[in-house]
């Protein structure tokens, strides 16, 4: 079946300091790959998309994410991370006209 | 802006009373999905609509319907809620078709409470 994995429910970093969230999918095909990002009583916004080419793709917000298909991984980046990236992310894998959402990593930004 | 936009952002209503959460979308995206979100989990798909074909997730509870009149709109109908349906309803669209991306635009959710 396909999925994906989220392994960090919640992290905490300084502000200022680089973030990496991690995600993990399963199933062999090349995957479409999301990263969404969600604020409290929002709605998720997306950060960046994988679907072929190059494996570094850069996003808003100053993310980026790496997709290593030897890892079957597609984490998401942030060299200096602000207290307004506080939220919680979400890592997706689609197919076709259906998403997989992993459940989630929580970002708490410490001052 | 194209956007997705949903109404009402809260709903109260009350147990066993039926509620209805619209969607509108101004993308000409052709895939409308439904998802329920509760707190601190990811959005679970309800069910979808491919143009005007209705696509319901096995799992989903027969209490939950929904229609789509034109390509625009979408609703969520919740014929008797339940105290477990209190949650987040996230309308999503999609273009979907040979050579377009597959990313989903959200709408910012309306948050359903029942008393």
């Known amino acids: 079946a396909q999925s994906v994995t989220q392994p960090d429910i919640h992290i905490t970093v300084s502000e200022g300091a680089s973030l990496e969230l991690r995600c993990n999918y399963s199933?062999?095909?090349?995957?479409?790959l999301f990263w969404y990002v969600q604020s409290p009583g929002q709605g998720l916004q997306l950060l960046l998309k994988y679907f072929s080419g190059d494996t570094l793709v850069q996003g808003i917000k100053g993310f980026e994410a790496e997709f290593k298909r030897s890892q079957s991984s597609f984490n998401l980046r942030k060299p200096s991370v602000h207290w307004s990236d506080a939220a919680e992310y979400f890592c997706?894998?689609?197919?076709?006209?259906?998403?997989?959402f992993g459940s989630g990593t929580k970002l708490n930004v410490k001052p | 802006d194209a956007m997705v936009i949903q109404n009402p952002r809260y709903q109260v209503t009350q147990f066993g009373k039926p509620v209805t959460l619209s969607c509108s979308q101004t993308l000409n995206h052709n895939v409308m999905y439904w998802y329920q979100q509760k707190s601190s989990q990811a959005p679970k798909l309800l069910f979808h609509?491919?143009?005007?074909?209705?696509?319901n997730e096995a799992d989903t509870p027969d209490n939950f319907q929904s229609r789509r009149p034109n390509t625009s709109f979408c609703f969520l109908d919740i014929r008797s809620p339940g105290l477990g349906d209190a949650a987040m309803y996230l309308c999503?669209?999609?273009?979907?078709?040979?050579?377009?991306?597959?990313?989903?635009?959200f709408g910012p959710g309306t948050r359903l409470t029942v008393t």
């Open positions: 999503a669209t999609s273009r979907v078709g040979t050579g377009v991306s597959y990313e989903q635009y």
């Open positions: 609509y491919y143009d005007k074909d209705f696509n």
């Open positions: 199933y062999g095909a090349t995957p479409y």
């Open positions: 997706a894998r689609g197919n076709f006209n259906k998403f997989y």
